[in-house]
T-cell receptor
Framework: AQTVTQSQPEMSVQEAETVTLSCTYD???????LFWYKQPPSRQMILVIR??????QNATENRFSVNFQKAAKSFSLKISDSQLGDAAMYFC???????????FGAGTRLTVKP | KAGVTQTPRYLIKTRGQQVTLSCSPI?????VSWYQQTPGQGLQFLFE???????NKGNFPGRFSGRQFSNSRSEMNVSTLELGDSALYLC?????????????FGSGTQLSVL
């Protein structure tokens, strides 16, 4: 079964600085999708960025970018120019191309210091 | 467009009772999926419905069931509640249930089982 590991329970960053959140996954499949979701105190999960495994180019969305290393099964999230509103729990997620079962990591709580 | 609406926001039940949670997806979305979030187990996929049919199911006992109506609204039912069922239950909708599609989450129903 696929597993997703986020080894950093908590991270802290100074406002305007850059932070990288780590995520590794275990799978024997070659086709899949990876996501980073953000969960603020409102509890509503919000998609930050997504990556298709067949695409070699790393996805970017404004201040958010990923470093996707398929061979290493690594999918880290880089947040540039951190803002106070970025403070939240961040979840890495894996979705197989075979079904809709989405697996989430345990999450990383990001604190942004003013 | 209104977002994903989950009702109720909070619920308190006692062991042995049953509970029904409701989820109204974004208008036009046909796929609805449910997740359980607990501090110990994290986020776990329960099941996904598309056009009134359950397409995928996670690894949960038969006490957890759901259904989807013709207007895409979905309900989740848990029978014979156990203390371990205390969790935040999140519902997510997407347009066509395509695997790389963005999920839109509701704010969840916090269930406490006493």
């Amino acid at each position: 079964a696929q597993t997703v590991t986020q080894s950093q329970p908590e991270m802290s960053v100074q406002e305007a600085e850059t932070v990288t959140l780590s995520c590794t996954y275990d799978t024997s499949e070659s086709d899949y999708y990876l996501f980073w979701y953000k969960q603020p105190p409102s509890r509503q999960m919000i998609l930050v960025i997504r990556q298709e495994a067949y695409k070699q180019q790393n996805a970017t969305e404004n201040r958010f970018s990923v470093n996707f290393q398929k061979a290493a099964k690594s999918f880290s999230l880089k947040i540039s120019d951190s803002q106070l509103g970025d403070a939240a729990m961040y979840f890495c997620a894996y979705r197989s191309a075979l079904n809709n079962d989405m697996r989430f990591g345990a999450g990383t709580r990001l604190t942004v210091k003013p | 467009k209104a977002g994903v609406t989950q009702t109720p926001r909070y619920l308190i039940k006692t062991r042995g009772q049953q509970v029904t949670l409701s989820c109204s997806p974004i208008s036009g979305h046909r796929s609805v999926s449910w997740y359980q979030q607990t501090p110990g187990q994290g986020l776990q996929f329960l099941f996904e419905y598309f056009s009134e049919t359950q397409r995928n199911k996670g690894n949960f006992p038969g006490r957890f069931s759901g259904r989807q109506f013709s207007n895409s609204r979905s309900e989740m039912n848990v029978s014979t509640l156990e203390l371990g069922d205390s969790a935040l239950y999140l519902c997510a909708s997407s347009l066509d249930g395509v695997l790389n599609e963005k999920l839109f989450f509701g704010s969840g129903t916090q269930l406490s089982v006493l």
